[in-house]
């Protein structure tokens, strides 16, 4: 499976849910803490460690999306520059989608998790949408 894919297959298994669905996108900075060590440092620029700090979060109707291109074009337009963006999916009751009261604090819950980096249930991809994972 190719990294492209797994966000397309991300798109059609919420597609194929029994319940309607919101996809949660919360879009973040990968960075250094404050005075790093130089052991931080180093695993830094070589692509590991660091800290992340959310930028900004958006639901999205599973059709309102047709690729990755578009959710990164879209973000492009609506804030700064980041380097992962995490995805979750939430699901509707009684055939309904999710409202918003279950929206915002679900978005909240995600970038509570990321600030504490407990990553490792959300789907991550950078800005080319090549999938990420997390140690």
Request: hydrophobic content about 40%.
């Amino acid at each position: 499976m190719t990294d492209r894919s797994h966000f397309e297959q991300l798109l059609l298994e919420a597609a194929k849910q029994p319940e309607k669905q919101r996809l949660l996108f919360v879009f973040a900075r990968a960075g250094l803490p404050d005075h790093p060590s130089l052991q931080q440092s180093e695993r830094f620029r070589s692509g590991e460690g660091g800290t992340l700090t959310p930028l900004m979060c958006v639901d999205k109707d599973p059709s309102e999306l047709r690729d990755f291109d578009a959710l990164s074009a879209e973000a492009a337009r609506a804030g700064p520059p980041w380097q992962v963006v995490f995805a979750a999916g939430l699901g509707g009751v009684a055939g309904r989608p999710p409202t918003e009261a279950q929206i915002a604090p679900a978005l909240e819950k995600m970038v509570h998790a990321i600030w504490s980096g407990s990553v490792g249930q959300f789907a991550a991809f950078d800005p080319t949408g090549a999938s990420l994972s997390f140690g």
